[in-house]
């Protein structure tokens, strides 16, 4: 399974399907009455504020960097300039 290459990649749907979640079922976990909003973080349409990601993170036994790798290493070379 590949990862995202929306506007913001990441690597949700690859660590829910992991973890043998639909998306419902997380969206449920995360409070949403559906999965809509879920389904835009995955296709990089759009970023979870810091709790829901925080939330996702622990869900998914990773850390929140690791989801949204590829930003982070663009962050991580701005940075290092």
Same mark, same amino acid.
């Given at each position: 399974?590949e +990862?995202n290459?929306?506007?913001? *990649?990441?690597k949700?749907? #690859? @660590? =829910?399907?992991c /973890?043998?979640y639909?998306?419902?079922?997380?969206?449920?976990?995360l409070?949403?009455?559906?999965?809509?909003?879920?389904?835009?973080? +995955?296709?990089?349409?759009?970023? *979870?504020?810091?709790?829901? #990601? @925080? =939330?996702?993170? /622990?869900?998914?036994?990773?850390?929140?960097?690791e989801?949204?790798?590829e930003?982070?290493?663009?962050?991580?070379a701005?940075?290092?300039c």
């Amino acid at each position: 399974m590949e +990862e995202n290459k929306g506007r913001f *990649p990441n690597k949700l749907k #690859l @660590f =829910r399907c992991c /973890r043998g979640y639909s998306q419902k079922k997380v969206a449920r976990m995360l409070g949403h009455a559906d999965a809509s909003m879920l389904s835009r973080w +995955e296709h990089g349409v759009a970023l *979870p504020g810091i709790m829901p #990601l @925080f =939330r996702l993170a /622990r869900m998914y036994g990773t850390q929140p960097h690791e989801l949204f790798d590829e930003l982070w290493q663009q962050i991580n070379a701005v940075i290092a300039c």
